[in-house]
């Protein structure tokens, strides 16, 4: 089975940087899409950012750039999420995404990794 788990996250103040990362075991995961996702209380899930497997093209919600970068080591098929200059708005859990060539849809979540940010 395809495992996705995630690490890194844990208390910050604002101001911090955190870095997250995301093991990816089962198969291969050329051509796929990965992606970091949050969810906080109460809300949906929102889109943070996204990479293709050889690192060329990246994608970070409006509410991140500038603050966070995505990157990925596909020898260690690992995806990274690095933040950066942390608000209390971005204390959520966080969880990576596999996503396939050509489609919109992302097939396997990890469990996620708790992020909270005081003020």
């Known amino acids: 089975q395809v495992q996705l788990v995630e690490s890194g996250g844990g208390l910050a103040k604002a101001g911090d940087s955190l870095r997250l990362s995301c093991a990816a075991s089962?198969?291969?995961?050329?051509?796929?899409?990965m992606g970091w996702f949050r969810q906080a209380p109460g809300k949906e899930r929102e889109f943070v950012a996204s990479?293709?497997?050889?690192?060329?093209?990246?994608a970070l919600a409006n509410s991140v750039k500038g603050r966070f970068t995505i990157s990925i080591d596909n020898a260690k098929n690992t995806v990274y999420l690095q933040m950066n200059s942390l608000k209390p708005e971005d204390t959520a859990v966080y969880y990576c995404?596999?996503?396939?060539?050509?489609?919109?849809?992302?097939?396997?979540w990890g469990q996620g990794t708790q992020v909270t940010v005081s003020s």
């Open positions: 995404a596999t996503r396939p060539p050509g489609q919109f849809i992302w097939d396997y």
């Open positions: 990479i293709n497997w050889s690192g060329s093209n990246t």
């Open positions: 089962g198969r291969t995961f050329r051509s796929y899409a």
